[in-house]
């Protein structure tokens, strides 16, 4: 089974501070993501990566970066965290670009 | 400009009757649609699929129907069964891989 995992359930952090997000898949797979969910939002894309060191913008990227330095793992960044960056983070992977992606469990954060 | 939109953010439906859930989408060029469900503090567990070549696809008690004159997906559960309450994600990709979301649907399966 593919596995794929981040490093916080839940965050509460304030204002102004930079917030790691970090999520690791165990099955070798190219392609990584990182979504937000909102109440009547859906899944938005932030960022993307096909491989190492590569990354993509996705819909909603500003107020976030990201780095995939290995494979396996692909970390979301929020340089100065603001309220509106309240939400449910998740990361998903797939082995290639048209296949199904596989999603962690999530990461709630809370932005004081 | 939301390109797929699920439009009933709700629905309820009796244990053992069918459940339909439905989903439209604005881009032609979407080739591979995906329906995923996701239960409170989890991620999103995939369902089914279907490629743009095909009309039907079925796996079980779920069915995904593709009607592509008119931009529209449906999933259908039949039986529904308690244990499918939760919230229903449709998505599409064009063949680079990123999804595009709806909005989600949740549904209840009362006993």
């Known amino acids: 089974d593919v596995k794929v995992t981040q490093s916080s359930r839940y965050l509460v952090k304030r204002t102004g501070e930079k917030v790691f997000l970090e999520c690791v898949q165990d099955?070798?797979?190219?392609?990584m993501f990182w979504y937000r969910q909102d109440p009547g939002l859906g899944l938005r894309l932030i960022y993307f990566s096909y491989d190492v060191k590569m990354k993509e913008k996705g819909d909603i990227p500003e107020g976030y970066s990201v780095s995939r330095e290995k494979k396996e793992r692909f970390s979301l960044i929020l340089e100065s965290a603001s309220t509106n960056q309240t939400s449910m983070y998740l990361c998903?992977?797939?082995?290639?670009?048209?296949?199904?992606?596989?999603f962690g469990p999530g990461t709630r954060l809370l932005v004081l | 400009d939301q390109q797929v939109k699920q439009n009933s953010p709700s629905l309820s439906v009796q244990e053992g009757r069918i459940s339909i859930l439905n989903c439209d989408y604005t881009n032609s060029m979407f080739d591979y649609f995906l329906w995923y469900k996701k239960y409170p503090a989890e991620g999103p567990t995939f369902l089914i699929s279907i490629s743009s070549i095909k009309d039907k696809n079925e796996d079980g008690r779920f069915t995904v129907f593709l009607n592509k004159s008119a931009k529209h997906l449906s999933l259908h559960i039949v039986p529904s069964q308690p244990g499918d309450s939760a919230v229903y994600f449709c998505a599409a990709s064009v063949n680079t891989g990123k999804l595009i979301f709806g909005q989600g649907t949740t549904l209840q399966v009362k006993p």
């Open positions: 099955m070798d797979h190219e392609n």
């Open positions: 998903a992977s797939s082995l290639r670009r048209q296949e199904t992606q596989y």
